[in-house]
């Protein structure tokens, strides 16, 4: 029989509903996943020239978010960048 | 108060013919007056799924053109006296007609009809322009592929740039046994990337190919598609009917191997 465990590394049904998801941003946005890629790419060299970040744990996405102007939905580029954590002590925010 | 519904989908063969004639078929069985048309101008095909093939004269194109009268034209099912069909063109295109005609085509029938469903073709040009212009409420037909819930999502933005009113999802030919092994996207997952309202859900079933042999649509039958799109027509008519997806109904050896393989 046919193992599509082996194949994939991960089960049939999870593999097409990730795909899907990266498609339907790449339609939706005409930016393609390789373009995320690479502006992941220009982000993790720029931040790591200042502090320790891990390559694989650097996350950037596109989603929705609140316009600053109104209650309209804008699109937004995500960018998540875990930092070790010896060098924030407590919780809290600090946005420039 | 009569409701036109266009069922579509985008990509091909994913069943919007087969939804179309069950839905009408479970619509008439629980009394209401409907007309199901045909959009699909040069390759008909609804005709076959009702099993009305040899009973057609005059066609969509004529009523448009005005070769004839809308009564001529119309073909009454062979079990259900409130039950019609308006048949496409098989020698004409989809540039025969265009949305104008096709939303006083619609209204015209709003007159005798509580239903008025319309069969949309696979694409997104004229033919679903015409098939869209006059509906009131959308029915997207996806399966749980890539490439269907990729159209699926294409065509839902298409109905909400058009302003249509209400767009429901309904997913076909799902196997519960592939999604509870995890090689098929479940329902949820569908769902959750089409974000619109779920109709209904529609197992994969062999008794669907038995039936459009016949060409005797399988609504409300003893069977799990039957049942699922009986539920469907409830919901439709306002019922609150808690959305479950059926075992598929497959054939001996088949269940017999899927039991084996359980055991």
Do not use: H, W
């Not at chain 1, 995320?36 to 744990?57: H, P, T």
């Not at chain 2, 057609?56 to 448009?64: A, H, K, Q, R, T």
């Not at chain 2, 039957?226 to 409830?234: E, H, N, S, T």
């Amino acid at each position: 029989m046919y193992r599509s465990r082996r194949v994939f590394g991960n089960r049939s049904g999870e593999v097409a509903r990730k795909r899907l998801k990266l498609l339907l941003v790449a339609d939706k946005t005409n930016c393609s996943p390789e373009f995320l890629e690479m502006i992941k790419d220009d982000i993790f060299s720029v931040v790591s020239k200042y502090l320790e970040i891990d390559r694989g744990d650097v996350e950037v996405g596109l989603t929705r978010t609140a316009s600053c102007k109104g209650s309209d939905y804008v699109p937004a580029l995500y960018a998540s960048i875990p930092i070790d954590g010896r060098l924030l002590r407590g919780n809290f925010n600090a946005v420039i | 108060m009569s409701e036109v519904i266009v069922i579509t989908s985008g990509k091909g063969g994913v069943g919007k013919t087969t939804t179309s004639a069950n839905i009408g078929t479970g619509l008439a069985m629980l009394g209401m007056r409907v007309a199901l048309i045909d959009t699909d101008i040069g390759l008909r095909n609804l005709d076959v799924v009702m099993g009305l093939e040899n009973r057609i004269v005059y066609n969509l194109v004529d009523v448009v053109e005005g070769n004839c009268r809308m009564k001529q034209a119309l073909i009454r099912d062979k079990r259900y006296p409130n039950l019609y069909l308006l048949p496409s063109a098989q020698t004409r295109d989809k540039s025969a007609v265009n949305p104008e005609q096709m939303i006083k085509l619609t209204e015209d029938l709003k007159e005798d009809f509580d239903y008025i469903l319309l069969d949309c073709p696979a694409g997104i040009e004229q033919g679903f322009r015409n098939a869209i212009a006059g509906a009131d409420r959308a029915l997207v037909v996806t399966t749980p592929e890539v490439s269907a819930i990729r159209d699926a999502d294409r065509i839902i933005g298409l109905l909400e740039a058009k302003d249509m009113g209400q767009v429901q999802l309904i997913v076909n030919r799902v196997r519960t046994d592939m999604v509870r092994r995890g090689d098929m996207m479940s329902v949820d997952d569908v769902m959750d990337i089409l974000a619109i309202p779920l109709l209904g859900a529609i197992p994969d079933d062999e008794s669907i190919v038995v039936s459009t042999n016949q060409g005797e649509p399988l609504t409300g039958t003893d069977t799990p598609s039957g049942q699922a799109y009986l539920d469907i027509c409830k919901r439709l008519l306002g019922e609150d009917i808690p959305i479950t997806v059926p075992e598929g109904g497959r054939g001996f050896i088949s269940r017999l191997t899927g039991f084996l393989k359980r055991a």
